[in-house]
């Protein structure tokens, strides 16, 4: 029972060490960098991953942009304190607009949304429509 017991503890303590080392800076410095906002994007119906949505922060009249990625995964990293405007544009869906503020630096956050499509309309004219009669 004991074996099992410092058994345990060992791999909780490897575990823990192997955490911290993979947060450090390759740097030595022993500080860590973390992903201010991460998230994704999606269909509003099927809930499926929309890949290549451009993705807007916005914080005091400065702008940073990234895209989503082929699974719809996006991330800012190192963003400073501040509200934050985050707009989500693809063509074929509805411009989705989402604020949210950071507080801490060293605390990431999550950010998800589910983007809407346009309406389309098929419009076909007729053979007089342009014609006065």
Known sequence: M?????LLFLLAMFNSCWAEAAETKG????????????????????????????VRAIVSGKERTVQSDANGQFT?????????????EKKGYKKLTRETTIIREDVAQSLSVKMEEEATFDFTPRHNHFFDR
Do not use: M
């Open 2 to 6: 004991k074996q099992k017991l410092l």
């Open 27 to 54: 740097d030595g410095s022993g500080t860590t960098t973390k992903t201010d906002i991460a998230g994704g994007v999606f269909h509003s119906e099927t809930g499926k991953p929309l890949p290549f949505v451009t």
């Open 76 to 88: 800012f990293d190192e963003l400073k304190k501040g509200s934050y405007q985050f707009v989500f």
